[in-house]
């Protein structure tokens, strides 16, 4: 009876060290941003998913800047753009607004929904483009048509804005059109944890953590950086 006793608590012991050992990475994983003196300015990109995030909170607690969706792909307008657009101004943060490129949809229509959806405003950081693939979208149009649809696109919204388009690239999208080495923009690139290295040009931007969970905002979270 002792030695059953025994190894139902060895087997507990090792249970609560697993959980434990789980929840050390996982509180790793999800509180983890690259440290400040390397990157001073780091700041959150937010969707509908975030719910109403606590812009005065996240001021406050080391949010520089905000890029809020504008849009998304084939789904159209996000409706937390304008709630959020007017929380970020409210709480003093930089903010942008970022569309996410959809390539099964023309770049004109796109970027007339972009106009009249993002209000022109001099004090916003330059328009960011994400460009990825999405399960909404199975084309695979050629590169030169991408290019060109592209090149439409951040004509038309950039003589909105007023400024040059930020490129949000990911690496898939990256490797298939090799978009860095044909359009001179600020360069934007993904990596969970890790430095990306997979662009022609240097990247500006990085999202370091896509899994940052913080106090004052819904779910996981976007968390980029500046370089220097």
């Not at 400024?163 to 600020?186: G, N």
Request: with cysteine.
């Amino acid at each position: 009876m002792a030695s059953v006793v025994g190894r139902h608590f060895r087997w507990i012991v090792v249970a609560v060290v697993v959980f434990l050992g789980a929840f050390a990475v996982w509180s790793l994983v999800t509180g983890w941003t690259p440290a400040r003196d390397e990157y001073p300015v780091q700041g959150v990109v937010v969707a509908e998913a975030n719910g109403a995030p606590q812009w005065a909170k996240l001021g406050a607690t080391g949010v520089d800047f905000a890029y809020i969706t504008a849009v998304e792909g084939a789904r159209g307008r996000d409706p937390q753009f304008e709630t959020n657009l007017e929380g970020v101004k409210q709480a003093g943060i930089r903010f942008g607004a970022l569309h996410h490129f959809d390539i099964c949809r023309l770049a004109s229509d796109q970027a007339m929904l972009f106009i009249t959806t993002v209000p022109r405003n001099p004090a916003a950081l330059p328009p960011a483009v994400q460009l990825d693939f999405s399960e909404n979208c199975t084309s695979r149009p050629n590169r030169a048509l991408i290019l060109s649809e592209l090149a439409t696109f951040l004509n038309l919204i950039e003589a909105h804005s007023g400024s040059p388009a930020v490129l949000l690239l990911t690496a898939d999208f990256e490797k298939e059109y090799q978009v860095s080495s044909a359009i001179d923009r600020t360069i934007w690139l993904e990596r969970d944890w890790l430095l990306p290295d997979y662009s022609a040009r240097p990247w500006v931007m990085w999202t370091a953590n896509s899994r940052l969970r913080i106090e004052g905002i819904e779910g996981p979270v976007r968390w980029a950086v500046v370089r220097k």
